[in-house]
């Protein structure tokens, strides 16, 4: 007797390609930031503090999708090596505001054009409607995943 095969063909399904695109990003990626001594949750927090200086500790680990710790000894290290500065006392609360240093903004420079280059490469087969079409659709399923669990 045939055993009724149930659960998702992972060729086709859109879950498992977009953790398998997210893990060929990731790889490509760390490859060309490992040699500027970085990786990804380091430039994220570069990235980061460049957009929206003043992030706190928590709000930076929300971005680089890492722990409220891992985001702090990172911190730690960017602070010690000159990359970022952060205030002496809160302003309000606990929270500590990073700042990007002027060193932060040269070794982010570098990294973004590498990085850059790794997402030109991931899209340069789409058609600029279509790379437009895959950000809106991976907008949208960002969306539906961000409501309550039905």
Request: include cysteine; aromatic fraction near 2%; hydrophobic fraction near 40%.
């Amino acid at each position: 007797m045939d055993q009724v095969r149930t659960g998702i063909n992972l060729e086709t399904s859109p879950g498992y390609l977009l953790k398998e695109a997210a893990s060929a990003l990731r790889t490509s990626m760390e490859a060309v930031l490992r040699p500027l001594g970085m990786n990804i949750t380091h430039y994220s927090c570069l990235e980061l503090l460049a957009q929206r200086p003043g992030l706190s500790n928590a709000e930076l680990a929300r971005g680089a999708f890492v722990s409220r710790q891992s985001m702090n000894v990172l911190l730690q290290s960017l602070e010690r090596d000159g990359l970022v500065s952060r205030a002496e006392q809160a302003p309000s609360g606990r929270a500590l505001p990073t700042r990007l240093t002027s060193r932060g903004e040269l070794q982010l420079r570098e990294a973004s054009a590498a990085v850059k280059a790794v997402e030109t490469r991931m899209h340069a087969d789409l058609t600029a409607a279509e790379l437009g079409q895959l950000q809106d659709l991976l907008g949208r399923c960002i969306t539906g995943l961000s409501g309550p669990v039905a």
